[in-house]
């Protein structure tokens, strides 16, 4: 079955950019049928989505994120990536990829999850 | 977009059922079938539980169901066991081809 797995630096320092890659096994990225999705959890708070990316390059984002973050595809490797610029401790939280269904919007699976943590 | 609100906590005695809301608007649930339910564990990653509104996938026990009355979404779960102890999101796609979700609502197993 299709496995997610988050990958990339857990500690970045306040005005840098966050970079995260997740790596899609058991599966091609290719599918028409799935967008490519990234979530965050600050500690102890909620699930915020960031925004998801088609494998031909469409981008949806968070408009509370929109003028920060860039969600790019590399079909070679099987892989989708997460920038996030110019963060605070704000940005500090579990980052989550997942596969979203394009007809019906559940996210499944879930890649287990990277903490990141925004400090100097 | 602010999140689909959800009570912050919940309770019941294993045995009993208790009802999880979400509730949004007509951009999102009030206009959309596409609601989801997931459970998340302490330090886990959440896991799907019901989509579109009341589809439960293969795995997910019978106890758990999913409906939708205009902006407000349901889950339910009966016959309240010890492991359903945990927190629950609901979310929602909008209008905006953009995704939501809920506050989260942590279940307590009395």
């Known amino acids: 079955q299709v496995q997610l797995q988050e990958s990339g630096p857990g500690l970045v320092k306040p005005s840098q950019t966050l970079s995260l890659s997740c790596t899609v096994s058991?599966?091609?990225?290719?599918?028409?049928?799935?967008?490519w999705s990234w979530i965050r959890q600050p500690p102890g708070r909620g699930l915020e989505w960031i925004g998801y990316i088609y494998y031909s390059g469409s981008t949806y984002y968070n408009p509370s994120l929109k003028s920060r973050v860039s969600i790019s595809v590399d079909t070679s490797k099987n892989q989708f990536s997460l920038k996030l610029r110019s963060v605070t401790a704000a940005d500090t939280a579990v980052y989550f990829c997942a596969r979203v269904g394009w007809n019906d919007g559940k996210f499944d699976p879930w890649g287990q999850g990277t903490l990141v943590t925004v400090s100097s | 977009q602010s999140a689909l609100t959800q009570p912050a906590s919940v309770s019941g005695s294993p045995g009993q059922s208790i009802t999880i809301s979400c509730t949004g608007t007509t951009t999102d649930v009030g206009g959309y079938n596409y609601v989801s339910w997931y459970q998340q564990h302490p330090g886990k990653a959440p896991k799907l539980l019901i989509s579109e509104v009341s589809h439960r996938p293969s795995g997910v026990p019978d106890r758990f169901s999913g409906s939708k009355s205009g902006n407000t979404a349901s889950l339910t779960i009966s016959g309240l066991q010890a492991e359903d102890e945990a927190d629950y999101y609901c979310?929602?796609?909008?209008?905006?081809?953009?995704?939501?979700f809920g506050g989260g609502t942590k279940l307590t197993v009395l």
């Open positions: 979310s929602s796609s909008t209008s905006a081809n953009t995704v939501i």
């Open positions: 058991g599966g091609s990225i290719s599918s028409d049928d799935y967008y």
